[in-house]
């Protein structure tokens, strides 16, 4: 291995390598991060989070520090699945919470938690090749300086759609791309006068058009005011003319195919206040994934490994969470206590997930399009979503609540992510979420039983057990993994539970000290 050594190398500054990159560092694992722009894009992209991505900001302590209110996340009152409205008011369990948040602000706030982790973020460098090893990885990177080489256990593609790691280790990036759509976006200035009490615009000589997508017989139409005086407007047409990739984006470009879709002419003029501001416009939209996400000692996190339409708002939700689900994997393998095959188990739990996520963006966008036939079965799926069976089921797919990974172990919680409990602790009264600041497993026990203490004693140097009791507990102990999903649970009376508690903590967390 080259002198210039390290643990991991992190190829992408963006969320989801900064999010890596601080859940390495809490377990007390170096790693260092490439980019190749000179400082944080401050490209408009993403516009929030959705999902369950929120209780993960939560469960490492950013969600209030990233502009979320006091208290437990929220659910929203209500949301769109390819702009048809989803009433949550009759959820009992509501798992679509938000937080809007720009993806360039995201970026800045990742990057100052990490970089207080003590993360080696390094900006304006580029990797340009890697060779791969039996149990490291060397890479060249282009820097300011000149060319250097860095030798790392592990490499991480975390570099986008167009991944360079991904093309460099070969593995293939199967899909559908759409030839039949155009859209374009951009923030814009709009008179006053125009804008409803709701979130919506009044537009001269055609009526009013309510926040987010709205589906026409001439296209797609989006209005989402996020911040103050700085309304993001946006177009889809379908079976228009290919435009070139090389031909710049303009105001002028965005006005004439909204007046296309609409029929008339929106009063829109080019942002009056400081950048940088949306425009762009995106065609021949990519639907794709990686067919693996690991070769050898290489790993694929976000846009790298899958990309899909941004409707709905699934990206960060995903993204985010392929790092949290490999992040303490690749920490407990480099720390020494991982158990055989536990890496492999990343593509495993992400890929289908990934999947799932694809086939809802797809479903959207597919019910977007024009035609008599895309009408009646919209018509149709909004008769079925007044029903709160039907609604619940869309907030789980779009939450990603309806995630369940494959634990082996047998109690309705295990594989999803672990309730949102209030707990009393011996440090006072705590949810679920503070006691997963650190990124360690817990074993929470809300009953007093001294063989489920006794075994978990075996793993006191890698699972803090925290004794807890809760009026709402769904069960007498869980063991919880790092990126919050339950690993085990009992309720009791359960003879088998300290049983299968050692199966695991064995399958999960290595073996126990001798």
Not at 130 to 137: H, I, P, Y
Request: charged residues 20%; hydrophobic residues 40%.
């Amino acid at each position: 291995m080259p002198e210039n050594s390290v643990d991991v190398v992190i190829s992408g500054a963006g969320p989801n390598g900064l999010m890596l990159a601080g859940e390495l560092a809490l377990a007390g694992v170096h790693a260092i991060v490439l980019d190749e722009l000179p400082a944080p894009s401050a490209e408009p992209k993403a516009n929030g989070l959705i999902g369950q991505v929120i209780r993960l900001l939560d469960m490492r302590g950013l969600y209030h520090e990233f502009g979320g209110p006091p208290g437990a996340p929220q659910p929203l009152p209500f949301y769109f699945f390819s702009g048809l409205p989803l009433s949550f008011a009759e959820l009992a369990d509501n798992p679509m919470a938000a937080l809007g948040l720009p993806q360039p602000k995201l970026v800045r706030l990742l990057e100052k938690w990490t970089a207080g982790l003590g993360v080696d973020i390094r900006w304006g460098h580029r990797l340009i090749g890697l060779t791969q090893q039996d149990d490291r990885v060397d890479v060249t990177v282009a820097g300011p300086d000149g060319d250097y080489h860095l030798g790392a256990r592990y490499l991480i593609g975390a570099d986008g759609g167009k991944s360079f790691v991904r093309k460099q280790v070969g593995i293939e990036f199967p899909g559908y791309t759409a030839t039949d759509s155009i859209a374009r976006m951009g923030h814009v200035w709009l008179p006053d006068e125009l804008r409803t009490g709701d979130g919506g615009i009044e537009v001269p000589g055609f009526g009013r058009l309510p926040f987010g997508h709205n589906r026409l017989e001439r296209g797609g139409f989006v209005f989402a005011e996020l911040e103050p005086g700085r309304p993001l407007i946006a177009s889809v047409e379908f079976g228009g003319a290919p435009v070139p990739e090389e031909t710049p984006m303009t105001i002028e470009e965005l006005r004439a195919s909204v007046r296309r879709v609409l029929g008339v002419d929106l009063p829109m003029e080019a942002p009056h206040g400081p950048g940088p501001h949306a425009l762009r416009r995106i065609d021949n939209q990519n639907t794709r994934q990686a067919e693996r996400y690991r070769e050898g000692n290489v790993f694929l996190v976000g846009d790298a490994a899958h990309v899909h339409s941004g409707m709905g708002g699934p990206g960060l939700n995903l993204g985010l969470q392929d790092a949290a689900n490999l992040g303490w994997k690749l920490a407990a393998t480099i720390n020494g206590w991982a158990p055989t095959g536990l890496l492999d188990t990343y593509h495993a739990e992400r890929h289908p997930v990934g999947v799932r996520v694809m086939m809802s963006s797809l479903a959207q966008t597919a019910l977007f399009a024009p035609g008599p036939e895309v009408t009646a079965m919209r018509t149709l799926l909004g008769e079925l979503l007044e029903q709160p069976e039907n609604t619940a089921y869309i907030a789980r797919l779009m939450s990603g609540s309806d995630t369940r990974y494959e634990t082996g172990d047998p109690h309705p919680l295990s594989g999803r992510m672990v309730p949102d409990l209030t707990l009393e602790t011996p440090d006072g009264t705590q949810r679920v979420a503070e006691l997963l600041r650190k990124a360690r497993p817990v074993l929470l026990t809300l009953t007093d039983n001294p063989a489920i203490t006794e075994v978990a004693a075996g793993w006191r140097d890698r699972v803090d057990t925290i004794p807890a009791t809760s009026a709402k507990a769904p069960a007498d102990a869980l063991l919880i993994r790092p990126d919050g999903y339950v690993a085990w649970a009992s309720n009791a009376p359960e003879q088998s539970a300290p049983d299968r508690l050692h199966t695991a903590l064995t399958r999960w967390f290595g073996p126990p000290l001798t």
